[in-house]
């Protein structure tokens, strides 16, 4: 009996065995490891920890609004298409723009939380990895000014008539809710509702400008993907003007009536600056050209916005170059983290004395040898922060631009003219729509001029001090 009362035993101590499972081993969805968590907050960006987040890939933002200047307010629909990239129980939005006044995921409300500039959303049901899904935020009220860690300012930007809308690094959130991360591109359309008389300039094509009841909606389409910093909507008065050119890019640039005079050559420039890019840097990259010209004096600066730079104040043509320059290189080919904005001002730069050039002034050399660039004594500050991570601070100083200049034209020499230009060509064409890192494109020189380039990009980049060898 005793035996028996054993055997009874273990086989119930076998059979709890088969039926009990380990935590370590638990399938998706039972206790011991929950399906669902949420997405990032962040992406980590170490100038800009809070920017952006995880768990989704934005696929598309449709932003319609009215917004009147005389009150500064704005009533707005922002719908985010996104595709997930996890099971989420929760997710979160970049946003400092007004009060949210309803938010769903699908077609079901969801409940949200704000804190500084997250948005943190919980969708019922979840949401499922590999699936696409929509947000829609509905919110009303003036949106806010950024300022930026170098004392500038950015985002709703209000002018004496109507609104001056630049984006980078961190201005974007300031009136749509976006995952705000130069890496995570995606296609954009704008229907703006204004007072007549108000033209609204946004990215991409004009689709429709259609007015009633002493209104005038406008819709912008960019049908290329676009990161959100480089997103804007500028509006107030303007001046249209529309072309092609010699290539049949369309041209379209809106300027203040009060800059025109002060604008005019440098408008006039812009058919034959596109040209000359295209046959150095490749096809320009988008379906549509031009500029936005405005009065903003309390910006202070251009931007490169995606198809339109825009300009607070009338710009010099080599101010213009510089910024049709960035739609090869940081709109286009974007950087990934904002340590890398070398990638983008230094290119644009260079672009800038290679037209200088082309256009019968100082040669490229020339301009690297002089005071402003590799003529400052050995001693200056300007030597002494670290090109490859200026710090948030310094990332828009003349150090990304002018050192990122010099970097390339010291590559140029090291590797030649064939290899160079082949290089910066290539490098449009093969992150186009995408994003890159200061490790790629070494990486593409070393490959193209068959060289090893450590000790180079080491003095120029990863160093302080002026390079005297390389």
Do not use: C
């Amino acid at each position: 009996m005793k035996s028996s009362r054993f055997r009874v035993a273990a086989l119930a101590a076998a059979l709890l065995a088969v039926t009990q499972v380990h935590p370590a081993l638990a399938a998706p969805g039972d206790p011991g490891e929950p399906r669902y968590s949420a997405g990032a907050s962040s992406l980590d960006d170490p100038y800009f920890p809070d920017q952006g987040n995880g768990g989704y890939d934005v696929q598309d933002y449709d932003v319609t609004f009215a917004y009147d200047p005389a009150t500064k307010i704005m009533n707005a629909t922002t719908v985010i298409t996104a595709l997930a990239t996890q099971d989420m129980d929760q997710f979160n939005l970049d946003f400092q723009g007004p009060e949210i006044t309803s938010l769903k995921v699908g077609k079901h409300p969801a409940d949200f939380t704000r804190s500084g500039q997250e948005l943190v959303v919980t969708p019922r049901p979840k949401v499922k990895s590999g699936q696409t899904f929509t947000v829609t935020v509905s919110y009303e009220g003036t949106p806010p000014v950024i300022t930026d860690p170098d004392g500038s300012i950015e985002g709703w930007v209000p002018t004496d008539d109507g609104v001056f809308v630049p984006g980078e690094p961190q201005g974007a959130p300031s009136w749509m809710p976006v995952n705000d991360s130069p890496a995570d591109k995606a296609t954009f359309t704008f229907r703006a509702t204004v007072p007549e008389g108000i033209t609204v300039v946004g990215n991409g094509r004009l689709l429709s400008q259609t007015t009633e009841d002493a209104k005038t909606t406008f819709v912008w389409r960019s049908a290329e993907p676009m990161a959100t910093y480089l997103a804007t909507v500028t509006l107030g008065n303007f001046v249209v003007t529309e072309s092609t050119t010699p290539s049949g890019i369309p041209v379209y640039t809106a300027v203040d009536p009060r800059l025109v005079t002060q604008s005019a050559t440098a408008v006039a420039r812009i058919p034959d600056i596109l040209e000359y890019f295209s046959t150095i840097f490749g096809p320009y990259p988008f379906n549509q050209a031009g500029a936005i010209i405005d009065r903003a004096p309390n910006v202070g600066y251009a931007l490169e916005s995606q198809t339109k730079p825009i300009f607070s104040s009338a710009p010099s043509v080599s101010t213009m170059a510089h910024e049709l320059a960035h739609q090869w290189y940081g709109d286009s080919v974007t950087l990934s983290k904002w340590s890398d904005i070398w990638l983008n001002e230094g290119f644009a730069t260079y672009a800038t004395w290679l037209w200088t050039e082309h256009s019968g002034g100082a040669t490229a050399q020339a301009t690297f040898n002089s005071s402003s660039n590799y003529g400052r004594a050995a001693t200056s500050s300007f030597w002494q922060i670290l090109l490859a991570d200026p710090g948030p601070e310094d990332m828009f100083s003349n150090i990304p631009y002018n050192r990122g200049a010099m970097t390339l034209h010291a590559l140029r020499g090291k590797i030649g003219d064939t290899a160079f230009f082949k290089l910066i060509k290539d490098w449009a064409a093969d992150h186009q729509y995408g994003n890159a890192t200061t490790a790629d494109f070494i990486k593409a020189a070393e490959k193209i001029s068959g060289q090893n380039l450590t000790s180079f990009f080491d003095v120029w980049l990863f160093q302080k001090g002026k390079p005297t060898t390389w």
